[in-house]
Nanobody, 126 residues
Framework: QVQLVESGGGLVQAGGSLRLSCAAS????????MGWFRQAPGKEREFVAA???????DYTDSVKDRFTISRDNAKNTVWLQMNSLKPEDTAVYYC????????????????????WGQGTQVTVSS
């Protein structure tokens, strides 16, 4: 059974940092795209960042220069380093994996991903 388990969320003051982790089990995702999405109360789930299997990366504009996505294929893990956090970053953050292999193009839509974690809450106070 494939599982994605996020961790690292919490409460932080504006300007602070958090590092989210996503550990995959049940299969390896070395040749698959991985992504981070977030969902704030009353809003749709939105793209945050993604990394392809060859290391192509993209971010939504609002987090560029503040967030960094990375992966370690040997550990089957993806991270999201979040710096200079703002109250508007408050949301549940979800890790996602695309079951299609060898796609070098970053994916941005929720329906591009087949596996999802349970989410981790990030709350940024002003």
């Amino acid at each position: 059974q494939v599982q994605l388990v996020e961790s690292g969320g919490g409460l932080v003051q504006a300007g602070g940092s958090l590092r989210l982790s996503c550990a995959a089990s049940g299969r390896t995702f070395n040749t698959n795209n991985m992504g981070w999405f977030r969902q704030a109360p009353g809003k749709e789930r939105e793209f945050v960042a993604a990394i392809s299997w060859v290391g192509s990366i993209d971010y939504t504009d609002s987090v560029k220069d503040r967030f960094t996505i990375s992966r370690d294929n040997a550990k089957n893990t993806v991270w999201l380093q979040m710096n200079s956090l703002k109250p508007e970053d408050t949301a549940v953050y979800y890790c996602a994996a695309d079951r299609r292999a060898y796609s070098g193009t970053v994916r941005y839509r929720t329906n591009d991903y087949d596996y999802w974690g349970q989410g981790t809450q990030v709350t940024v106070s002003s």
